[in-house]
């Protein structure tokens, strides 16, 4: 079982950054891979960004590719998400996900999500 709770979101400028932080709790934080998801008003949640447990490897979408970047910290139980050169279209809810391969990017191929995390992106 994982337990996730994100910070980190507020109101920035276009142009602005942000970073994300999601604070795991459970034992075996270290064997899921972690990302993120977002949803904006009116629109369908979306895969962001994944990172697999051990190999490190990074995923993206290509709206978001060069501008955002997912870490982790095993010994922090945190994954964390920079957001740079932010865009009003950004502007949404953001919620961390846990599952079984960083290669998956849909909604139900993560079991654990957080509450959510509100990014406001003005122009």
């Known amino acids: 079982q994982v337990q996730l709770a994100e910070s980190g979101g507020g109101l920035v400028q276009a142009g602005g950054s942000l970073r994300l932080s999601c604070a795991a709790s459970?034992?075996?934080?270290?064997?899921?891979?972690m990302g993120w998801f977002r949803q904006a008003p009116g629109k369908e949640r979306e895969f962001v960004a994944a990172?697999?447990?051990?190999?490190?490897?990074?995923y993206y979408t290509d709206s978001v590719k060069g501008r955002f970047t997912i870490s982790r910290d095993n010994a922090k139980n945190t994954v964390y998400l920079q957001m740079n050169s932010l865009k009003p279209e950004d502007t949404a809810v953001y919620y961390c996900?846990?599952?079984?391969?960083?290669?998956?990017?849909?909604?139900?191929?993560?079991?654990?999500w957080g509450q959510g995390t509100q990014v406001t992106v003005s122009s």
């Open positions: 996900v846990a599952g079984p391969d960083s290669r998956l990017r849909g909604e139900s191929d993560y079991g654990y």
């Open positions: 459970g034992r075996t934080f270290s064997m899921y891979a």
């Open positions: 990172m697999g447990w051990s190999d490190g490897r990074t």
